[in-house]
């Protein structure tokens, strides 16, 4: 058995490792047009920050994994070939800002088509909206005249979560695969069996697949933005989120996961799935679901709104020239990814407040959080005014670690959870920092009643 995987990013890098890892005697195959990400999977230095993947990785690579440019000659190898590549959401022409764009997705189908010979199993990992499988599948069967190769095509989306990847692939949940053909759907299931219980890996058909990957993400998403609507609330009231979230989280039907109020969400699937989801629904006449899970992603640009609005507020209305020390830029811990980070849209609305922000991430390079900044100040077709550009070089300073940061600080907000910042000396940073220290804990991860001791004035999600 052979696999190629085409696109080497967060999804197809780790599952192939894991894959290859577990399964020595299959030869797996990761191919990407990005030269320079290719170059880094085979280096010492991954293009990926994720806990446990560098070890995974080693112990495969050069044995039966391999990390290509070579699209081409790995699809003709190989007996299943997954499509891991991005399909992020349209920025222009119909559905621009909800539907995916499947560029990506139609390229390798085509490519696919074009090079392939004898019978291949298409397995789509990107997350995509319910129906592609047949677009696939129509670009297959109308391109493969001419060489006679025959395909199959499987649903199998990826549920593993960043920061946690590595425990997520050996241990999934489940492992879900939909499709038509059994034999096809028992090849997929026979390599993930070889560390997943059988009891775990759950067939169903294509349709359900695809859309069963969207509403997981939808139904994690929402838990989110129930808690944080309910922490604005809590500001307002004397209520803390942290008892609420216990509370309800002992209900055993509740369950107590994905009640961390925050900052708000980000990555690169849920907001993405969810505006596939209510572009989806629109384009099926169903309104009110649509306006429904819409409302999940209007209450995390609230959080995010409030979060900003809230730091300006405490500080006398108003923080232009005050430098403000910014603990944390990826979406989440213990990963390199900032795609929609709620950081990069508080930075944003200080910067436009005329903050000087001070930025601090123990992963994320200097580079990147330029770009998303700029990024972040562009309109739908992405043009960016030369005072936005102006504000991101000249009031940003990205430094090297969280003191470097905090000091002549008015403030600090705290945007990503990095564990890190629990192990700070307190006592050293308000002794650098500006009176009154205030400090605003997005991720509700520090102790208040120690920092309030030192003097710091501070601000949680969901604390009055
Ligand atoms: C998510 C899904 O969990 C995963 O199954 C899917 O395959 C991809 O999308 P990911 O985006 O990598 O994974 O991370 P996740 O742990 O789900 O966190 C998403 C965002 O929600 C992060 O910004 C996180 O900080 C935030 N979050 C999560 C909260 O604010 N509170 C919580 O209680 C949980
Ligand atoms: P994800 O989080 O879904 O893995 P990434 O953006 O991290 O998304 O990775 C997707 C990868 O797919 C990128 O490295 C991109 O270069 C690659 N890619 C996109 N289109 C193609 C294609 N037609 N052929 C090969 N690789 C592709």
């Known amino acids: 058995m052979k696999i190629c995987c085409i696109g080497a990013g967060y999804v197809g890098g780790p599952t192939m490792a894991m894959i290859a890892k577990q399964c020595p005697e299959i030869e797996v ?28 990785v080693e112990e495969a690579l050069g044995r039966n994994l391999k990390f290509t ?128 219980p059988r009891k775990q890996i759950l067939t169903t058909n294509l349709w359900s697949s695809e859309l069963s990957k969207l509403t997981a993400n939808a139904f994690l998403a929402q838990r989110v933005s129930s808690i944080n609507a309910i922490s604005a609330l809590c500001e307002a009231t004397e209520a803390d989120v942290d008892e609420v979230a216990r509370a309800i989280g002992m209900d055993s039907r509740i369950g107590p996961k994905f009640l961390n109020a925050s900052v708000g969400f980000g990555g690169s699937c849920f907001q993405k799935d969810i505006l596939n989801l209510v572009y989806l629904c629109e384009h099926f006449g169903l309104r009110e679901v ?64 005329r903050a000087r922000l001070s930025i601090y991430d123990p992963q994320v390079p200097e580079a990147k959080i330029r770009a998303d900044l700029i990024a972040s100040m562009g309109n739908l077709s992405g043009t960016v005014s030369d005072i936005d550009r102006k504000l991101v070089e000249t009031n940003v300073t990205v430094v090297r670690d969280g003191y470097e940061a905090a000091k002549d600080a008015h403030a600090i907000a705290v945007l990503t959870e990095w564990d890190e910042f629990k192990e700070y000396d307190f006592k050293k940073i308000i002794g650098t920092m500006k009176a009154p220290a205030f400090l605003f804990d997005g991720r509700n991860v520090l102790d208040r009643t120690m920092l309030n001791k030192l003097g710091f004035e501070t601000f949680g999600i969901g604390k009055s």
């Open 69 to 196: 440019t070579d699209v081409d000659a790995a699809i003709m190898k190989a007996d299943m070939i997954f499509i891991a590549v991005n399909t992020p959401t349209k920025t222009f022409g119909v559905g621009a800002g909800r539907a995916a764009n499947l560029e990506f997705v139609e390229k390798c189908a085509r490519r696919i088509a074009e090079v392939a010979q004898g019978h291949k199993i298409v397995v789509e990992k990107s997350t995509l909206p319910v129906r592609t499988a047949e677009a696939v599948k129509r670009i297959l069967s109308a391109a493969n005249v001419d060489n006679g190769a025959t395909f199959d095509v499987l649903s199998n989306p990826e549920f593993l979560a960043e920061g946690t990847a590595i425990d997520d692939l050996l241990n999934p949940d489940r492992v879900l695969i939909g499709g038509e053909s059994e034999a096809a759907i028992k090849a997929l299931a026979d390599v993930y069996a070889k560390w997943v």
């Open 29 to 56: 195959h990761v191919v990407d047009l990005n030269r320079e990400r290719i170059a880094a999977w085979n280096s010492d230095s991954l293009p990926i920050y994720e806990p446990g993947l560098a070890q995974v």
């Open 290 to 353: 649509a306006a429904y899970w819409e409302q999940v992603v209007l209450m995390n640009d609230f959080q995010k709104r409030r979060f900003a609005e809230r730091i300006c507020r405490t500080m006398f209305s108003t923080v232009s020239d005050k430098k403000i020390g910014i603990w944390g830029f990826a979406f989440k811990k213990d990963t390199n990814d900032t795609r929609e980070s709620a950081a990069i849209y508080v930075c944003r609305d200080l910067l436009r407040e």
